[in-house]
Nanobody, 118 residues
Framework: QVQLVEAGGGLVQAGGSLRLSCTASGRTFSSYGMSWFRQAPGKEREFVGIISWNGGFTLYADSVKGRFTISRDNAKNTVYLQMNSLIPEDTGTYFC???????????WGQGTQVTVSS
């Protein structure tokens, strides 16, 4: 099992930026793809993006493409979500998750809150 801890959330004005981090412990972090999800109040959890084990591949939801960037530093067991040009619709709780060998997400962080004011 991998323990995941997100950080970096907060309140930001529309047009601003935030960088979230997700630090892992417990297993070999560098062997797994990592994803970010978000959940707005009253809505279902939404996929934001994914990064491959070595950072060579990334994929983003259309709603964040061109504004958000996922990166990782395997030496620090950390994955990042750089969020630029934030809009109020980006408000929600952001979670990181580890993609297991089966393709399912086996481990989740506790989430960090992002609020974008208009």
């Amino acid at each position: 099992q991998v323990q995941l801890v997100e950080a970096g959330g907060g309140l930001v004005q529309a047009g601003g930026s935030l960088r979230l981090s997700c630090t892992a412990s417990g297993r070999t972090f560098s062997s797994y793809g990592m994803s970010w999800f978000r959940q707005a109040p009253g809505k279902e959890r939404e996929f934001v993006g994914i990064i491959s084990w070595n950072g060579g591949f990334t994929l983003y939801a259309d709603s964040v493409k061109g504004r958000f960037t996922i990166s990782r530093d395997n030496a620090k067991n950390t994955v990042y979500l750089q969020m630029n040009s934030l809009i109020p619709e980006d408000t929600g709780t952001y979670f990181c998750a580890r993609r297991g060998d089966s393709g399912e997400y086996d481990d989740w962080g506790q989430g960090t809150q992002v609020t974008v004011s208009s």
